[in-house]
């Protein structure tokens, strides 16, 4: 079994920042990207930020120059820095992860999300 547990999220006021945090564990063969997504009341849920395990990002215009995605492999971990966070920004952030039990197989997994309120 697989699960995906998000952390560091919370309230902050506009100009803060917060570094959620996403840790994969069980019986994992490999990873092949992680993401990040968010969802706001009353909206579709959204990508924020993608990395490959080679390390190649992608981030929404929306966060760009703000948000950083990173990753360490060893840990099975991916990292959202936030920095100069807007009220636009609140949602709930679901950590998502392509990987495989075994070779050969693949699946999509979720976390449970983490709340992150962007208010003054």
């Known amino acids: 079994q697989v699960q995906l547990v998000e952390s560091g999220g919370g309230l902050v006021q506009p100009g803060g920042s917060l570094r959620l945090s996403c840790a994969a564990s069980?019986?994992?063969?490999?990873?092949?990207?992680m993401a990040w997504h968010r969802q706001a009341p009353g909206k579709e849920r959204e990508l924020v930020a993608l990395?490959?395990?080679?390390?190649?990002?992608n981030c929404a215009d929306s966060v760009k120059g703000r948000f950083t995605i990173s990753r360490d492999n060893a840990k099975n971990t991916v990292y959202l820095q936030m920095n100069s966070l807007k009220p636009e920004d609140t949602a709930v952030y679901y950590c998502?992860?392509?990987?495989?039990?075994?070779?050969?197989?693949?699946?999509?997994?979720w976390g449970q999300g983490t709340q992150v309120t962007v208010s003054s």
């Open positions: 990395i490959t395990s080679g390390g190649s990002t």
């Open positions: 069980g019986s994992i063969f490999s990873i092949n990207f």
């Open positions: 998502n992860a392509y990987l495989s039990m075994r070779l050969g197989d693949g699946n999509y997994y």
